[in-house]
């Protein structure tokens, strides 16, 4: 199995630009969630999803928008990007209720100037 | 006041020492609890869960106090690979991150 699967690994955009982060996974899991991982403030909750259909706001939502039409897939999509979006961007999932802890990709590292 | 709070260290130790690092949260409606490591510049990967009764893993130990809203590991005999960052995590219906420790571990 691939786990969970995120592309790209680095990427750099410009301010206003506008891009999708992907990520997949082939374990079946409902629960698909977006951190961002910023020095000194740990990860932090951007948006979440518990199935296909149904997403939900996290801590920082703003400024990004997913989608959840497959139970595989959740993209995360930086609407304008701004030089406070570069961050490592990290997409997790679970089985639904997360007792069983999450399952990282390896994360996207995004660069906006 | 964050929801999962712990101390960033970071904490320097000897090879073959015991060190404890220490978490607190604010919901006392959390539903269940883990550690998960995180080498630089990779995801975090999940350590262990924390039941309330304690759990072991080898030289790894976890409680859980939820009467004081509080996570603890221990961390027996650290070896040089033990050196990562050690992420406190509490689930509300959703994930929650501490800061995460770093831990050093020396020669």
């Known amino acids: 199995n691939a786990g969970v699967t995120q592309t790209p690994k680095f990427q750099v955009l410009k301010t206003g630009q506008s891009m999708t982060l992907q990520c997949a996974q082939d374990?079946?899991?409902?629960?698909m969630s977006w951190y961002r991982q910023d020095p000194g403030m740990g990860l932090r909750l951007i948006h979440y999803?518990?199935?296909?259909?149904?997403?939900d706001q996290g801590e920082v939502p703003n400024g990004y928008n997913v989608s959840r039409s497959t139970t595989e897939d959740f993209p995360l999509r930086l609407l304008s990007a701004a030089p406070s979006q570069t961050s490592v961007y990290f997409c997790a999932s679970t089985i639904t209720g997360g007792s069983y802890g999450y399952t990282f990709g390896s994360g996207t590292r995004l660069t906006v100037v | 006041r964050k929801e999962v709070e712990q101390d960033p260290g970071p904490f320097n130790v000897p090879e073959g020492a015991t060190v404890a690092f220490n978490c607190t949260y604010s919901n006392s409606a959390s539903q269940s609890f883990f550690w998960y490591r995180q080498d630089c510049r990779k995801e975090p990967k999940l350590l262990m869960s924390v039941y309330s009764s304690g759990n072991e893993d080898g030289r790894f130990t976890a409680q859980l106090n939820r009467a004081s809203q509080y996570i603890s590991l221990l961390i027996r005999d650290s070896k040089l690979s033990d050196s990562a960052t050690y992420l406190c995590v509490v689930n509300t219906g959703k994930l929650i991150f501490g800061q995460g420790t770093t831990l050093q571990v020396k020669p």
């Open positions: 999803s518990v199935g296909a259909g149904i997403t």
């Open positions: 374990m079946n899991h409902e629960y």
